[in-house]
Structures are given as C-alpha cells and as structure tokens.
C-alpha cells in the first residue's frame, strides 16, 4: 500500500490519515506562530496590574508606595533592604524590573562569577559604583498576579543568596 505522508489532504492510497494528520498539525503551528506573532493591543500587565499585585505580597514589607517620579515606580521597605520595582513601557513592549542596591562590597570578579553562575539575578556596578541586583520580566504577553508573587519571592531568595555570596 503506498502511502503520502507529505500529502496535503491526504491523497496517496493511505486512506488519508497520514495527510489529515499533518494538515491537522500544520494548521495548528501555523495558527499558533500567527497568534503569538502578533502585537498585543496594550500591555497585559499594565501599572495598575502592578499596583494591585503589589499591594497583595505578604513578605513583611512595612509599605507599597509610589515613587515622587511616576505612578509606574514604587519602593518596597524590607528591614534594611529597600527594592525598587518599576513598570517600564513603550508602544508594544512592557517589562517589570525589579531591582535593589547591594550594600555588600563586591569587585568585578565576584559580580562576573554570580553572573556566570545564575540564571536569573544579575549583578552589576551603577555610574556611582554602588552594586545593584537586578531582575527583568517582559509582561507584554501577560502575567497574574500570582505568578508575580512568585516571581518576586523567586528575586528575594535571589537577593538574599547574592549577599551571602559576597560574604563568602
């Protein structure tokens, strides 16, 4: 029996299963690719998403507050770490950066090892040489608020571990 898995609408003696079931498929990546490709209408995780997931963290943060820049920025009191979460956004793309300054001495050495070795906190030296810890997130495509708070506890275990790192 001759059989046509390439055939489009599954001519070729197979009965038509093979073909079926990768028109089935292609039309399935294809839709897929096209959904994803196309720009979202307005970020899904705006400011005011921001604001209300915020609001909701129970890690013993003595304040939410916005920042006298924008609405879009808030500081986070944490004993004696403050971060610095900002919702930063243009046309098409949106990205929730979360950041802290490092009180730790460090040296470039130690930041390039942290950095080698971990995904998702990065390290680096600002214009004024303090150490900031950092981590980005695009929200373009959408994001809860519950997987922002895990997000944010994943970058405060993060935090806590590059300080003890430093300590070394």
């Not at 299963?17 to 028109?23: F, L, P």
């Not at 929730?96 to 001495?105: C, I, P, Q």
């Not at 950095?115 to 959408?142: M, W």
Request: aromatic share 10%; net charge negative; hydrophobic share 40%.
């Amino acid at each position: 029996m001759a059989r046509c898995v390439g055939c489009v609408g599954g001519g070729g003696g197979g009965g038509g299963g093979a073909g079926a079931i990768i028109t089935a498929g292609w039309v399935l990546v294809m839709t897929a690719h096209w959904v994803l490709a196309q720009p979202p209408s307005r970020p899904s995780f705006t400011p005011a998403d921001l604001e209300k997931a915020l609001a909701k963290i129970d890690e013993g943060y003595d304040t939410v507050q916005p920042s006298p820049k924008g609405v879009a920025r808030y500081v986070l009191k944490h004993r004696s770490q403050t971060i610095h979460v900002e919702h930063l956004s243009t046309a098409d793309q949106a990205l929730v950066r979360l950041w802290a300054v490092v009180r730790d001495k460090a040296t470039l050495e130690s930041l390039n090892a942290w950095n080698r070795d971990h995904y998702f906190g990065k390290a680096y030296l600002n214009r004024d040489d303090e150490v900031i810890f950092e981590a980005c997130l695009p929200v373009s495509r959408g994001l809860t608020e519950e997987l922002f708070a895990d997000w944010f506890e994943v970058y405060t275990h993060d935090l806590i571990a590059f300080k003890q790192f430093l300590r070394q």
